[in-house]
Nanobody
Framework: QVQLQESGPGLVKPSQTLSLTCTVS??????????WSWIRQPPGKGLEWMGV???????YYSPSLKSRTSISRDTSKNQFSLQLSSVIPEDTAVYYC??????????WGQGTQVTVSS
């Protein structure tokens, strides 16, 4: 079973870059047809999909966040990462990493709280 664990700072100052890493165990991020996503949930709001990196390295982003978001991976460490630049207080949220395989299986990390504040 795939397991995901988010890591990164819990507090980021406005205008800085938020960086999170998702460490994957129980499966390889290069296994065919897996999609590895970042999803966030601001306080009192619903889930927001931010972007995805596929098993082959292709990336896709939410149009509303595309200009500030970058997702990358380190296959040697079986990790994928999120960078969100020029953060504002409205980027405060619980950030989740997520894995899906062809719509049949889905796995979630436990989530990590990130607060944007000076």
């Amino acid at each position: 079973q795939v397991q995901l664990q988010e890591s990164g700072p819990g507090l980021v100052k406005p205008s800085q870059t938020l960086s999170l890493t998702c460490t994957v165990s129980g499966g390889s991020i290069t296994t065919s047809y897996y999609a590895w996503s970042w999803i966030r949930q601001p306080p009192g709001k619903g889930l927001e999909w931010m972007g995805v990196i596929l098993y082959d390295g292709d990336t896709y982003y939410s149009p509303s966040l595309k200009s500030r978001t970058s997702i990358s991976r380190d296959t040697s460490k079986n990790q994928f990462s999120l960078q969100l630049s020029s953060v504002i207080p409205e980027d405060t949220a619980v950030y989740y990493c997520n894995a899906r395989w062809l719509g049949y299986y889905e796995y979630w990390g436990q989530g990590t709280q990130v607060t944007v504040s000076s």
